[in-house]
T-cell receptor
Framework: ETGVTQTPRHLVMGMTNKKSLKCEQHLGHNAMYWYKQSAKKPLELMFVYSLEERVENNSVPSRFSPECPNSSHLFLHLHTLQPEDSALYLC?????????????FGSGTRLTVV | DQQVKQNSPSLSVQEGRISILNCDYTNSMFDYFLWYKKYPAEGPTFLISISSIKDKNEDGRFTVFLNKSAKHLSLHIVPSQPGDSAVYFCAASERGGADGLTFGKGTHLIIQP
């Protein structure tokens, strides 16, 4: 148990579907993140939430929509995805968005878009 | 353009020997560096870190070296054990920056018996 729980672990969805990824942390952290890991690429930061407020990341397509209802929960809403969006989506949390002391990651959701 | 580079996708080391994983960075504003370890089907886990005010940090079998002038850091594992087989990610952050951690592509370390 890492303290950061992601569900589902695996997800297969069609390009017209709408689905959501869920992340929950029990560490008392006040910052949460979504990262994307594609094959042979570095982990890419998608979104940052600090104290439930979103730090903008303009490079992420609008078909990805984050939601942070409270400091313990983070969602990533998905709609009209493309096959190239297939990847491992990792959630992480930390004590402060500018904390250099490392993040605690969840196990990830393996997403396949067909 | 990648700001954190791990140029070796994989590395094979014999059990008991030293494993050396390398990482280069281009952003001179980075002031904190971390190594993460990742097993298949799991998220990355924090391994060791180093602040830019130091050039070495040691934790058991793991030592991280930082050469600021060369913008280079390395992770030494000695002696290497079979359980060390994993993907190792180098990451960097800029204190006060809003961009989170910037990761390299990772190096797959394989420890051979």
């Amino acid at each position: 148990e890492t303290g950061v729980t992601q569900t589902p672990r695996h997800l297969v969805m069609g390009m017209t579907n709408k689905k959501s990824l869920k992340c929950e942390q029990h560490l008392g952290h006040n910052a949460m993140y979504w990262y994307k890991q594609s094959a042979k690429k570095p982990l890419e930061l998608m979104f940052v939430y600090s104290l439930e407020e979103r730090v903008e990341n303009n490079s992420v397509p609008s078909r990805f929509s984050p939601e942070c209802p409270n400091s313990s929960h983070l969602f990533l809403h998905l709609h009209t995805l493309q096959p190239e969006d297939s990847a491992l989506y990792l959630c992480a949390s930390s004590q402060g968005w500018d904390s250099p002391y490392g993040y605690t990651f969840g196990s990830g959701t393996r997403l396949t878009v067909v | 353009d990648q700001q954190v580079k791990q140029n070796s996708p994989s590395l094979s080391v014999q059990e008991g020997r030293i494993s050396i994983l390398n990482c280069d960075y281009t952003n001179s504003m980075f002031d904190y560096f971390l190594w993460y370890k990742k097993y298949p089907a799991e998220g990355p886990t924090f391994l060791i870190s180093i602040s830019s005010i130091k050039d070495k940090n040691e934790d058991g079998r793991f030592t991280v070296f930082l050469n600021k002038s060369a913008k280079h850091l390395s992770l030494h594992i000695v002696p290497s054990q079979p359980g060390d087989s994993a993907v190792y990610f180098c990451a960097a952050s800029e204190r006060g920056g809003a961009d989170g951690l910037t990761f390299g592509k990772g190096t797959h370390l394989i420890i051979q018996p």
